[in-house]
């Protein structure tokens, strides 16, 4: 059950890539909330991994420290929390790579709207190309650009 569960947050993790990064409030690190993008999730006999990267968002911050990543991306249907214990390097050019631990997770199964596509409202369409189309045929020019002056 499980394996069948980090299997299933593998997926939503991966099905996202980018998460909101921040550190928790409880240990009182100053760190910037900051965007990342997932590299991998990776599954070990000591835990769970996930690798990001991310543009060095702070000056100076221990090498290992507590975070708390946010997955959501529009149109996906869930979103994921995950918890865990970070360790950074960096690369040149200012670019962090970070591995997390995961110590805890949650994620929610979101009910998305139906979305309405050109096939779900055909009034919409014809009401939106009647717009474009027949009423500029109509549309008064202004009198400057009416009136060119000969040289």
């Not at 779900?120 to 027949?134: D, P």
């Amino acid at each position: 059950m499980e394996e069948n569960s980090n299997h299933s947050l593998k997926h939503r993790i991966e099905s996202v890539r980018t998460a909101l990064m921040y550190g928790t409030l409880e240990e009182g690190i100053n760190m910037p909330t900051a965007l990342t993008t997932t590299i991998r999730y990776e599954e070990t006999e000591e835990g769970d991994f996930i690798w990001l990267m991310m543009k060095q968002p702070w000056n100076s911050i221990a090498s290992r420290f507590p975070v708390t990543l946010q997955y959501y991306q529009k149109g996906v249907p869930h979103k994921v929390k995950v918890e865990g214990a970070a360790e950074v390097s960096y690369l040149p050019s200012n670019i962090a790579v970070i591995k997390v631990k995961v110590e805890q997770y949650e994620w929610c199964d979101l009910a998305l709207p139906p979305v309405q596509g050109t096939s779900g409202s055909w009034i919409t369409v014809v009401q939106q190309w009647f717009r474009e189309s027949i009423v500029g045929m109509f549309r008064q020019e202004p009198a400057a650009a009416r009136y060119t002056s000969a040289a």
